[in-house]
């Protein structure tokens, strides 16, 4: 990987840029720092954040003219922008450490001349001479000032020019007029800064903005000469100090490129910030320290959150976009243990739910960016097994043992092809059997019973998801191209980003058009909760309302949309606090009961006991489904369904595989059950350690008569204690599981 | 829960230091394991705890 096809992703991030304000102040005066420090009357602080981008604070808050202002995020919401030069002018007031910085640099042997005592020569030879350049101004008046002398608060400009050039050192000729250039042969460079109207000795024509070159080789220029505003000519003045670096040492002027350019971002508005009026000072001078503060305090330090407000993982993981794309790129460089994986919880973490770029104003996709990681981390054999072992271990049986496919019973051809995705028969096998009914009743219909590889893409398996599509192809073609039904969102999204030529059309909008459905009322009023791989998808959402409200339902809409369940991007297993603070988070945002569409999203509402009900339900005037189907009932609906639809469609009596151990009943209290069901064990796996210890006699007794076993998975090693029943039965007292292997000696 | 017999060779369980691996790296640790046939015994306490815990670092580095 190389650095750019992380960056890539998060490259037009705005998180930490400057804030518009900050952008439009050609000073770049940092107003969220400066503000937070004034609102907490840190004016010492803020002072130093003044003049470190101002040069002249007291002058910048007699006569900024606060370009800041257009640009204020308050006037978004209506109200005035905040009133920066005045805080500005409080704080000028009130630091009481305000002694320049005396900088213990060595002295540089460059010398520079600048032409003009006003605003712009003066910030340009304090820059310089901060810089250690020996500076000389020659001015044709007797003081400095220039065009300021005349003001009316000229004495308190004349103090701040006196205090800031207290500590440093240059040779100022007042009353010596430069008439020719020739005059500073001896000078390594010229800054010509002689005012409005001034003497530009013929070079003004010639002048380079960027540069502040001109046509002379080692002549500059600046200031009201060329037409520049108070916060300008000083922000040239700062330019001037960096571009004479360069010029002094290799005689090229370079342009300091080290500016951030949001370009036409807007920080996103925070939904929740109240309006606020400006405070109008009190005295003419100004604002009181009180009035400061407040006034500092209605500045909404205008930063991108909305990614952060939107995602609990990223709250969880506090990384900002750009540092989470570094550390993709990084932990594809790691080499433990010399050095670690930083971001592997968080890549397993994400729900993978494209939430993020919804709210993103410049539509960055977290989840992309960690999926492109977990593909990466799993072609370069640095994923975790444990963290996806049961999810790819149901797709083997969903793709093995509980698939098929068949053509219409009638031999003709097919119009449709019902693929109900691993979940919903194992959920419920009625939502499958009657909704392939309706299908058949309404056209030519083929059944496929498959997964539409969603464990393998969030595993960042990509050769597992290409075997699985290569199959998907092979079976479309074989049932004459025809049009796939999804009754899963997920199913459809990743077909349509990964199978784009297979047409396809949701379950829900056949039924929503269909006088055949006439679906029974279950609520008076619901809100539909929509998957997050429903984004975009329409077609479903709307014709899921379309059900419910013919159902009678009323409708309320909850306040946002396509918000992840919790289950994608199989997050439980490596992070099972975060999921379960987002299942609990999903199930409380409407108080309405949920209409749910996808069997998974109706699994972590009845975990959480979010009065909830699937559509098809609805739809086909079913048994509102309560209580979650375990895994051991997953197994044995999705063989079912296969056994009966083969049964119906081609008269053949489906016989499952079936192992020694499937016969073994086992008893469990139902905190135990709840408890395996939790850590996503399996009676399968449960009864095969227990046949085998019976088998060999390899386990272990205690003086109660309870034995213990373990069986080693490729991935897991399972554990379990139980004792034998006069029936024959196994009372399952424990079962567990570890990741580590241990290896016993022999 | 009284002490724990292999059930094969009939011997009360003793610790014993046994190898553990785990993404690519070792560790020892005393488990209890059959004196005889060296049978392990990783209890509930154990794997969903101190070990649970070390996997976890493992896989955060």
Known sequence: ?746 | MSEQKCFRCDKLLVDKKTAFLYLGRNFTHEVPCCPKCNKVYIPMSLAEGRIADVERELEDK
């Open chain 1, 1 to 746: 990987m190389r650095k750019e096809d992380a960056a890539i992703f998060t490259e037009k991030c705005i998180k930490g840029a400057p804030a518009a304000c900050m952008d439009a102040c050609p000073l770049m005066l940092d107003i969220r720092a400066f503000t937070a420090l004034a609102e907490k009357g840190k004016w010492n602080a803020a002072y130093r954040v003044l003049r470190n981008a101002t040069v002249f604070p007291a002058i910048a808050s007699i006569l900024c003219p606060s370009a800041c202002e257009t640009s204020c995020g308050r006037k978004q919401l209506g109200d005035d922008a905040v009133a920066i030069r005045l805080i500005e002018g409080a704080c000028v007031q009130l630091a009481k450490n305000q002694k320049p910085q005396a900088f213990a640099l060595p002295q540089k042997t460059g010398q520079i001349a600048v032409i003009g005592a006003g605003l712009a020569g003066l910030a340009a030879a304090l820059c310089l001479a901060q810089k250690k350049y020996l500076v000389t101004v020659f001015d044709k008046n007797s003081g400095w000032g220039g065009s300021l002398r005349p003001h009316p608060r000229f004495a308190e400009i004349n103090a701040d020019i006196e205090l800031q050039f207290a500590t440093s050192d240059v040779d100022f000729r007042y009353n010596e007029e430069i008439a020719s250039l020739g005059d500073l042969a001896g000078y390594d460079m010229v800054y010509i800064a002689t005012g409005a109207g001034g003497n530009d000795f013929g070079l003004l024509p010639s002048w380079d903005p960027k540069l502040l070159a001109t046509s002379a080789h080692n002549v500059f220029m600046g200031g009201s000469l060329t037409g520049m505003d108070v916060a300008a000519k000083i922000a040239q003045g700062k330019l001037f100090s960096k571009i004479s670096d360069s010029f002094i040492q290799t005689g090229r002027a370079l342009a300091a490129s080290d500016d951030i350019d949001i370009g036409d971002a807007i920080y996103p508005l925070q939904a929740d910030t109240p309006r606020a009026a400006r405070i109008e000072p009190s005295m003419l001078s100004g604002y009181s320290e009180a009035e400061a503060k407040e006034e500092a305090a209605r500045c909404m330090k205008c930063d991108c959150d909305n990614c952060f407000e939107q995602c609990e993982m990223l709250v969880l993981y506090r990384k900002k976009p750009k540092s989470i794309a570094l550390e993709v790129y990084a932990d594809s460089q790691a080499e433990p243990p010399m050095s670690s994986h930083t971001l592997t919880r968080q890549v397993y973490s994400c729900n993978i739910c494209g939430n993020c770029k919804v709210s993103c104003p410049v539509d960055i996709d977290i989840g992309a960016l960690l999926q492109f990681s977990r593909e990466t981390r799993y072609e370069e054999s640095i994923y975790i097994g444990a963290l996806h072992d049961y999810w790819l271990r149901e797709m083997d049986f969903s793709t093995g043992e509980a698939s098929f496919y068949a053509a219409p019973k009638s031999g003709k051809t097919c119009r449709y092809i019902f693929f109900p995705g691993c979940q919903l028969g194992a959920h419920n096998p009625e939502h499958v059997i009657r909704s392939y009914e309706f299908l058949q009743d309404m056209d030519e219909t083929g059944f496929f019973a498959g997964c539409c590889g969603a464990p393998a893409y969030w595993a960042g398996d990509k050769e597992r998801m290409r075997e699985n599509f290569e199959r998907i192809r092979n079976v479309w073609h074989e049932l004459d191209c025809a049009e796939f039904v999804f009754a899963c969102a997920t199913c459809e999204s990743l077909f349509s980003q990964f199978l784009p030529e297979i047409p396809h059309v949701p379950l829900y909008e056949l039924m929503a058009n269909s006088y055949a459905i006439s679906p029974g009322n279950i609520y008076e009023f619901a809100s539909v909760f929509d998957p997050c791989s429903a984004y975009g998808n329409a077609a479903m959402e709307s014709s899921v309302r379309a059900i419910a409200v013919q159902s009678g339902a009323t409708l309320y809409e909850l306040p946002e949309k396509n918000r992840c369940c919790g289950n994608g991007g199989h997050i439980r297993v490596a992070d099972p606090g975060l999921y379960n603070t987002i299942t609990r988070n999903r199930a409380s945002m409407g108080e309405a009961p949920y209409i749910v569409y996808c069997s998974n999203c109706l699994d972590v509402f009845l975990s959480q006991n979010k009065d909830s009900v699937h559509i098809l339900d609805i739809a086909l005037n079913l048994p509102h489904q309560t209580v979650r189907s375990k895994i051991h009932e997953r197994h044995e609906n999705a063989i079912n369904v296969k056994r009966r639809l083969i049964g119906n469609m081609n008269g053949e009596e489906f016989v499952p595989t079936t192992n020694e151990w499937d016969a073994i009943e086992l008893v469990m209290s139902s905190t135990l059950a709840d408890s395996i069901e939790e850590k996503l064990i399996s009676h399968g796996d449960i009864k095969e350690a227990i046949w085998r210890a019976e088998a060999t006699g390899d386990k272990l007794v205690d003086g109660f008569g309870v034995f213990r076993c373990s069986l080693e998975r490729e991935v897991l090693t399972y554990w379990t204690a139980y004792k034998v029943m006069e029936s024959g039965a196994f009372e399952v007292l424990e079962a567990y599981s570890h990741r580590m292997r241990f290896i016993r000696e022999s």
